[in-house]
């Protein structure tokens, strides 16, 4: 697990991709998926707002952080596995729409939950499509010059 993990907000995080990714398999209401969650011993020390502005947010923006992602993607959004689906759409929606959120923040978090949760080499695909869309995305990703 992350060194991190015990941060309220890296929990939230954590707590939020497994949502992401039960959302996408499952197409069950997201009142059920928070429900669920809210009953595991886990939720404790969680940042709610966080977990809640993203999944609902991941949701309700899908199609938009897809459209983001997919000229960056070397295959179609629907062909990436599952975990990464997940990851890359939270960590689009951190990018594109939570500017109080450093980029760089937003990227190592993302890195650490594929390296957590993602096939053996995920760490190393996040992290470079997630630095290709904050360099398109916050200008303060972008090199000087």
């Not at 199609?63 to 295959?75: E, V």
């Not at 596995?81 to 729409?97: K, N, S, W, Y």
Request: glycine share 4%; charged share 30%.
């Amino acid at each position: 697990m992350a060194a991190s993990a015990s941060n309220p907000r890296s929990r939230a995080r954590r707590a939020a991709l497994q949502a992401i990714y039960q959302w996408q398999m499952t197409a069950q209401e997201l009142e059920i998926i928070v429900a669920q969650f809210r009953e595991e011993k886990s939720w404790r020390n969680i940042d709610e707002e966080l977990f809640s502005s993203h999944l609902f947010g991941v949701s309700t923006n899908v199609a938009m952080l897809d459209d983001h992602l997919q000229p960056i993607l070397d295959r179609p959004v629907a062909q990436l596995d599952g975990v990464e689906r997940a990851i890359l759409r939270m960590g689009a929606f951190e990018l594109t729409h939570r500017q109080d959120i450093p980029w760089r923040v937003v990227i190592n978090e993302c890195v650490e939950l594929a390296r957590e949760f993602g096939a053996e080499q995920s760490h190393k695909y996040v992290n470079g499509i997630l630095d290709k869309l904050a360099r398109r995305t916050r200008d303060d990703a972008r090199p000087a010059g």
